[in-house]
């Protein structure tokens, strides 16, 4: 099967040439002379690979680039940059976009074509791993949200059948035991219910905005006195409130306010999982003025996590795995972190985990400050 190589090149007689030799070369070669008609041929057929230069008018390279690494369908589609471009500093700024290779010109054709064969192969490689993931998530789900649904039915079905056959003889109090339990396993099942239909509405938004965040006009107000209400309810449910430390800023977000509570939330209740009760859980909020950012840290001393949990976190087929769960018997889906990793996303924002495994985990969620 011929593999797709789209060409973005300014100088004709070069992109002409570039053509020609690649399509002799068993290649489908195509060409684009800026970024802005490289993205319009994007969206009718995607290229297994783009050799980009970076000197272009309308969209230049670097520019091409980051609107290519927005892109959840261009996200991993490897670049190479072709440019007149020679000192360290431009190699590292293509690098800096994202580029995954850098030729100068002027090049041998035949160490260009290793540099795309190469770079074929590591793609080839990336997309294996990726589909072996996906194929771990698939069983881990079958094998968890089975067991995650039949839970809390179980305990609605047993607490209210045990009221109806034994109402007679049940005291007020143990009615009301009865009843806790109900309340419990309903809120836990409408909440994984709730989980997977705002996983699949989040995605839907990212697919349709493209890499563009998405502009909210219900902004989030006073979001260190909000949020700080939504950890003690949290804390409260999880018998955790002596363990809170709060140190949360106000600041109006330009986020929809249940999505940002529903982020913390999930980030809260992760932490609280993970760590023993009586352990400290710490969280704060911190202002990045020159990036109008909003950034909130939860930390707590449990479990941790290794680079390559985290690593795992961050890839698309991420939704639904939970770590070391055959070693540690914990309630949940595996989606709490990646779907706020998603909702940060939706605003331009971003998640980023640090741990030291056994010892420590930092989670790192912000959202963009309302603009004035």
Partial sequence: MKRNILVVEDNERLLSNLLFTLTEKGFDAIGAENGRQALALIESKMPDLIISDIDMPDMNGYELLAQLRKSSETLTVPVIFLTGRKTTEDVRVGMHYGADDYVTKPFNIKDLLKTIEARL???????????D????????????LPHELRTPV??????SSLIRSELATLSKEEIGQLNDCIISSARRLARIVENFLLYSQVHTLLDNLKGKPLVEDNATTSAGAELQ??????????SRTSDIQLALEDATLAANQWHVEKALTEICLNA?????????????SRIDGERRLYIIDVTDFGRGMTDEQ???ITEPASAFMQFDRQYFEQQGTGLGLTLARSIAALYGGFLHIASEY??????????PLQQL
């Fill in 310 to 312: 985290i690593r795992l």
């Fill in 272 to 284: 609280f999982s993970f760590s023993p009760s009586g352990s400290a859980v710490s969280i704060g």
């Fill in 229 to 238: 209400d939504t950890v003690m309810q949290i804390a409260e449910s999880c």
């Fill in 121 to 131: 192969a590591r793609y080839d490689q990336q997309q294996q791993r990726l589909a």
């Fill in 358 to 367: 056994g010892v420590q985990t930092t989670v790192s969620i912000c959202f």
């Fill in 133 to 144: 993931h996906i194929k771990r998530a698939q069983q881990h789900l079958t094998a968890v």
């Fill in 154 to 159: 179980s305990g609605i079905l047993g607490a």
